[in-house]
């Protein structure tokens, strides 16, 4: 999908850059900021707190939208908004900033950005899931992450134990839905078995081997797809946004900007139509597993499946990560906790003298095994 087209000037076109997720105090004036244990906007400078309020933007519910119209640009411009972005040189994530800011580091791998003063205009997120887990805790649960990562250099860890803040970062999914018909042939396998007699040692034994009778097998299988989540950053290693699943979207919230204060967002980088062509490979391999049980048997093989997609719909939602990224020694290491649960993922930096002193241990503890066998 490329990017929508410019839309023409009017009084209904949609927020400019000039407009940030800050909201001020209604008692000092200071900036609100979401706080994820008490779930309320809270002021750091007068501690008053505000709940999340409804708003001119709120939805009524996760709408989802047409995925035929996006693909086709013919969105209302109620659905498309332009943020300013800065593109890191380095790894390529697209952190939204606020209009006051002109330099900052990235979050995702510690290299300086200059902020670009361009416009980015993307499709609005409907859906958002609150941090539920604030940075102390976070903290606390990558030093725990860490301190069980025996191989890694005690530097690094003291360093990443009494470093700098963590970054709390909204990061942009697609979520897919679909109705999905799917027309298939086969084999069901059938195991049976037949006694064969063999030689050993110049000894006739009668062994059990397992045999297959193949049959045809056709039908038709049908499911809902509800949610099918796919990652739309580049920022970040799959195996590590994989590995802090599941995420619980039962918590999904319509999207307001409240949630987002003192916070960033990161804008989409996986086009629309990537992200369908991701969610059908899920899709896919679903529907494989349904095929395979519908079929029965001890054993199947699938020769064809012929799928029809209809009511395809999607959602771009947000998804709270607090991330740190660490230079020790010129090396750059990234984690990331679920701002939902709490789970941990990260690099797994090793230390090479922690990994030979290991071996050396461990030859020494061979030798003594072996000279006490010796003497027995």
Known sequence: MTTPP????????????????????????????????NQTLTCDHCGHTDQISDGPWRATGLRELDFDTAIAQQLPEAEIEVTRIS????????????????????????????VDTGENRHIKPKGVLPFGVDERSAHKDMSAWLGKLWFAPNGLKEYARKGRKMQGIYVPYWTF???????????????????????????SESHQVAKVRWRPASGRVQRW????????SKSLPKRYTEALEPWDLSAMEPYQPQYLAGFRAEAYAVELQDGYTEARDKMDRVIERDVR??????????????????????????????????KYRGKTYRFVVNGQSGRVQGERPYSAWKIAGAVVVGLIIAAGIGYLAAQQ
């Open 293 to 326: 049980f519908d079929i029965g048997g001890d054993r199947q093989r699938i020769h064809d499946i012929n799928t029809s997609v209809s009511e395809v719909t999607f959602k771009h939602v947000l998804l709270p990560v607090w991330l740190a990224a660490y």
């Open 87 to 114: 593109a890191c040189p380095n790894c390529a994530a697209q952190v939204e900033f606020d209009p006051n800011t002109h330099a900052k580091e990235c979050p995702f791998c510690a290299s300086p950005v200059v």
């Open 177 to 203: 839905d679909a109705d999905t018909k799917s027309n298939y042939s086969g084999q069901r396998g059938t195991v049976y078995y037949v006694t064969e007699t063999r030689m050993v040692d110049g000894k």
């Open 225 to 232: 797809f509800d949610d099918v989540l796919v990652l739309a």
């Open 6 to 37: 410019p839309p023409p000037a009017s009084q209904d076109s949609p927020a400019t850059p000039d407009e940030s997720h800050r909201f001020p105090c209604e008692q000092c004036g200071s900036d609100y900021r979401y706080d994820p244990k």
